[in-house]
């Protein structure tokens, strides 16, 4: 008989069932009614002609079905693939026809034309949260009778599909044959689980897309705790505080963008909510400017320990700043993690560089791939010849071993043969009372070759001038914004990263070179 893998939803069935595992809006599931549900969902599955080895395509907001699916994937042992619910029809074609999956489960309020693109590349089943024509009701799956009881021996597997800032994106997966063959996986699965604990107590507030490996990753760990997963479909940030008084919320993974929309809030907003229940918080995904960390010590209390990690879909984990380190070792990313080899590299990763000298982020861990999605092994773009995954993310380490990352590869600016990387004048940038969050990016200049140019989010009364003044106190001249754009809101991909080649694209529109 097939043993349940630890903190699955069927062993916390059956230790405590009871308990509530997810909580969206007014709905509150239990761990019972997790497992029993994803048993009958398991079976319509596999009536339907979904097999072990397949893979179910599912596009969802932030929502509590999404357990239910991804719990039947695995009791059959199927895997599913994160479809970004931001994407137009052409996007989501090709990733569907990319990733070759047997079904197709969505959550969209009209449907009709993701439906029609999917008949015309797949014979398989559909299923739909909202009535639509030509597709299963997903609401039957949840009402179907009661179905034999199974147990999945591991967590399905999930395909997640890489931003795509420079070319299509690429499907992020692990073979289940290559990770048979690999050293210390389940040490190194262990240790990322254990360096934020849950408990049955833990609720985690879940507000990061399901497309992306923090949003499931983390409701998942608390899931796997015991605790339960308080969903919130789109981030807003009084409604984010609201939830975590409400539901006594104690883990929250936040992008340094959330944590900037909580900062923006009126002071006596933000001072409504008794917020003193989160003992966690996690934050990452993009550069965390040290002011921010502060600010958030400061605002959520004594209590609340702060943490900051680096890795990506393609390395897993790589690096964790602890609680104590904040302060310091301020604008650290943190030491590398055990069974984890990082080098900073240069010349494409040929030349290990020394402490304190900055090139590009090299790194190696049990869970890397070895391959994007039908695209065959890693190639000399994206490995060192020693094997070392090439991140494109630029930064140093300090004598003690400690991660620093200045920027992205391709967001350099050169100017004059100056190398100027933007995260430097952007960290300058939201220190000014006055910008809430910045972007900067390289523009043509026939001078230099390239100028920076800053994009602000503001609040009223901003003034540029006031800005680039600021600036010219704290950074070299060669570094400086030649011009501040005010803009309503920054583009952003779901993970709230700045999609920077949106802002580009306008300056470099007729020309050969783009960077």
């Known amino acids: 008989m097939t043993t349940p893998y630890p903190g699955s939803p069927e062993m916390h069935a059956a230790l405590n069932g009871a308990s509530v595992a997810l909580i969206d809006g007014e709905t509150q599931i239990s761990f019972a009614q997790w497992n029993a549900i994803a048993d009958r969902i398991a079976a319509r599955l596999l009536a339907l002609g979904v097999k072990s080895g397949d893979r179910i395509a599912v596009r969802m907001n932030v929502r ?38 047997s079904a197709f489960i969505l959550d969209d309020a009209a449907p009709a ?59 992020v997966a ?23 604990p849950t408990g049955p107590q833990s609720r985690a507030l879940i507000a990061l897309p399901f497309h992306h490996s923090s949003g499931p990753n983390t409701a998942l760990f608390c899931l796997m705790g015991g605790g339960a997963a308080v969903l919130m479909k789109r981030f807003d940030a009084e409604t984010a505080l609201a939830l975590i008084q409400r539901h006594r919320v104690t ?3 936040a992008v340094p963008t959330m944590l900037h929309r909580i900062r923006t809030l009126a002071p006596e907003i933000a001072a409504k909510y008794d917020v003193s229940s989160l003992a966690y918080l996690s934050t990452g995904a993009a550069a965390v400017p040290h002011s921010l960390k502060l600010w958030a010590l400061d605002f959520f209390g004594p209590q609340c320990q702060l943490y900051e990690g680096y890795g990506m879909s393609e390395t897993m984990m790589i690096s964790y700043l602890y609680p104590e380190e904040q302060r310091t070792k301020p604008g650290s990313s943190g030491r590398v993690l ?3 080899e990082l080098s ?13 000298a900055v090139g590009e982020i090299c790194a190696r861990t049990p869970l890397m791939i070895d391959g994007y999605l039908n695209r065959g092994p890693l ?18 380490l300090d004598e003690d071993g400690y991660l620093y990352i200045t920027d992205r590869l391709k967001d350099m600016i ?50 540029a001038e006031s800005v680039l003044a600021f600036c010219r106190a704290r950074l070299a001249r060669y570094k400086l914004p030649r011009e501040v754009i005010f803009v309503d809101e920054l583009p952003r991909n779901p993970t709230g990263k700045v999609t920077k080649a949106v802002l580009r694209a306008p300056y470099w529109q007729g020309r050969d070179r783009k960077v």
């Open 251 to 253: 883990h929250m993974m």
């Open 113 to 171: 034309e993701l439906i029609e693109i999917w008949r015309g590349l797949n014979k398989g089943p559909v299923i739909s949260v909202m009535p639509a024509a030509g597709a299963e009701l997903f609401d039957s799956l949840l009402h179907a009778p009661d179905a034999p009881a199974r147990i999945a021996p591991a967590p399905a597997p999930l395909v997640l599909y890489t931003s795509g800032t420079t070319g299509r994106p690429k499907g």
């Open 174 to 196: 692990l073979a289940p044959e290559t990770l048979a063959k690999r050293e210390n996986v389940m040490e190194y699965r262990r240790l990322v689980a254990s360096v934020v």
């Open 338 to 340: 055990p069974y984890v």
């Open 344 to 356: 900073i590299r240069e010349n494409g990763g040929v030349r290990a560089l020394p402490p304190r």
């Open 64 to 101: 509590h079905e999404w357990f239910f699916i991804h719990a039947a994937a695995g009791k059959i042992g199927a895997g599913l693939v994160g479809v970004n619910h931001r994407l137009a029809g052409p996007e989501v074609a090709y990733m569907l026809e990319d990733s070759s999956p």
């Open 414 to 463: 050169i100017a004059g043969g100056s190398n100027i990387y933007p995260a430097e004048i952007e960290a300058v940038l939201v220190e000014h009372p006055s910008i809430i969050d910045a972007a900067v990016i390289g523009v043509p200049s026939d001078e230099y070759g390239e100028q920076p140019l800053a994009f602000c989010e503001a609040r009223p009364g901003a003034d």
């Open 379 to 396: 190639t000399a773009e994206e490995l060192t010849p020693d094997g070392l995954f090439r991140t494109g993310d630029v930064g140093y």
